[in-house]
């Protein structure tokens, strides 16, 4: 910045100035010493234009940091403001969802409510079922111990009854065994009184309502009508008693007392004169 200039101070009166311009032989004149003047004004006008310039490049910084302060102003207005939306959808959603999840809170405690009920009843029924468990297995023991009972007792009869079976079967020498599905053996003894355990057999078919015999040992000759006959009046008791008279009369003839002693049936027990008695 240029120094100010100021004139040094003089004292100057009206009547020296005067005096001064009348021995000069002309008008009075006064010396305002412009020069001096001149070059101080000079001095202060390039000072203006120094601060001058100096004002608007601080106008123009400070413009321009205001702009640019204003800028980021603006922007970080925008940027919460776009923080504040966003902000606020998510507090929509988050409503949202807590109102789904209150929602989906009351369906599950009224589930849950209906479930206990549920639970309740069902341990109510799983009681009532304990206690006719209960109930049942003890009638089921009881019943279980009474079958036990009773299947020792029919073993037991049944081992009588096959003794008893044995015995008659040896006594009246037949038998009777299933060899398959609707056919039944018949094996007779006793009738050969040189051979007592010889075996006469034949097989009888009982699957049809027409009774067949497919196998016979030893043949008869009168088969054919024996079962014939078998059809016709359905006796089956009379026609084994006629095969068994069959089969004796394949037998060859024996002395008359041997011939005797067979007629009265295949032994000399009682039980089997009654019984196979062929007439």
């Not at 234009?49 to 603006?74: F, G, P, Q």
């Not at 959603?93 to 409510?113: C, K, P, Q, V």
């Not at 009046?233 to 026609?239: C, G, S, T, V, W």
Request: net charge negative; aromatic share 6%; charged share 30%.
């Amino acid at each position: 910045m240029a120094t100010s200039y100021l004139a040094p101070h003089r004292p100057v009166s009206l009547r020296s100035l005067f005096d001064v311009s009348a021995s000069k032989g002309g008008t009075p004149t006064i010396d305002l010493e412009w020069g001096p003047f001149h070059a101080h004004v000079e001095a202060f006008l390039s000072a203006i234009d120094v601060y001058t310039i100096r004002a608007k490049t601080e106008i123009a910084n400070r413009a321009s940091e205001h702009t640019t302060s204003v800028r980021d102003l603006h922007a970080e207005k925008d940027e919460c403001e776009r923080r504040i939306t966003l902000e606020r959808e998510r507090e929509v959603e988050m409503l949202a969802a807590i109102e789904n999840e209150r929602l989906t809170l009351a369906d599950l405690t009224s589930s849950l409510s209906h479930i206990q009920k549920t639970l309740a009843k069902v341990k109510e029924q799983s009681a009532s079922l304990e206690t006719e468990l209960t109930s049942l297995t003890r009638e089921v023991n009881i019943t279980k111990a009474e079958k036990e009972r009773q299947a020792k007792v029919l073993d037991e009869m049944r081992g009588r009854d096959g003794d008893e079976l044995r015995a008659l079967e040896e006594a009246l020498g037949w038998k009777v065994e299933g060899v398959k599905q609707d056919l039944l053996l018949m094996k007779f003894t006793l009738l050969d009184p040189s051979d007592p355990e010889r075996e006469f057999s034949l097989v009888v078919d009982v699957s049809k309502p027409e009774y067949s015999v497919p196998n016979c040992s030893p043949p008869i000759p009168n088969l054919p009508e024996l079962v014939k006959q078998l059809n016709t009046d359905r006796e089956f008791f009379a026609f084994i008693k006629r095969v068994r008279k069959a089969f004796r009369a394949l037998i060859p003839p024996q002395d008359p007392r041997a011939m005797f002693e067979d007629l009265s049936g295949p032994g000399q027990r009682p039980i089997q004169l009654s019984v196979t008695s062929d007439d």
